[in-house]
């Protein structure tokens, strides 16, 4: 069974970075999708970032709010992803989720993937 769990969330002031983290059991990194989402009171979940792994190297997306400030990495020896988020902006508050195996085209679209985690709040002060 895939199990996943977020940390890393936390307070911040505008500027500021935090370093998110999603372990992951049950589930293979290699030749597989993880991605990291947002969701906002009263708004929808968005996709953030999602990176693809295949056997010679790896593919990152991003979303256009977050390009240049996010960096979407992973630890296969860990079996971690991370969300490195810097020069944050309170728009970019939110709980942020961690998700797995996208079985579907649109990485970016929240019904492509199988799997979630609970969600870590991340709260950014003007």
């Known amino acids: 069974q895939v199990q996943l769990v977020e940390s890393g969330g936390g307070s911040v002031q505008a500027g500021g970075s935090l370093r998110l983290s999603c372990a992951a059991s049950?589930?293979?990194?290699?030749?597989?999708?993880m991605g990291w989402f947002r969701q906002a009171p009263g708004k929808e979940r968005e996709g953030v970032a999602a990176i693809h792994t295949v056997t010679g190297g790896t593919s990152t997306f991003y979303a256009d709010s977050v390009k240049g400030r996010f960096t979407i990495s992973l630890d296969n020896a860990k079996n971690t992803v991370y969300l490195q988020m810097n020069s944050l902006k309170p728009e970019d508050t939110a709980m942020y989720y961690c998700?797995?195996?996208?079985?579907?085209?649109?990485?970016?679209?929240?019904?492509?993937?199988?799997?979630w985690g609970q969600g870590t709040q991340v709260t950014v002060s003007s």
């Open positions: 049950g589930y293979t990194y290699s030749n597989n999708f």
């Open positions: 998700a797995a195996d996208l079985h579907e085209s649109g990485w970016y679209r929240v019904d492509s993937w199988s799997y």
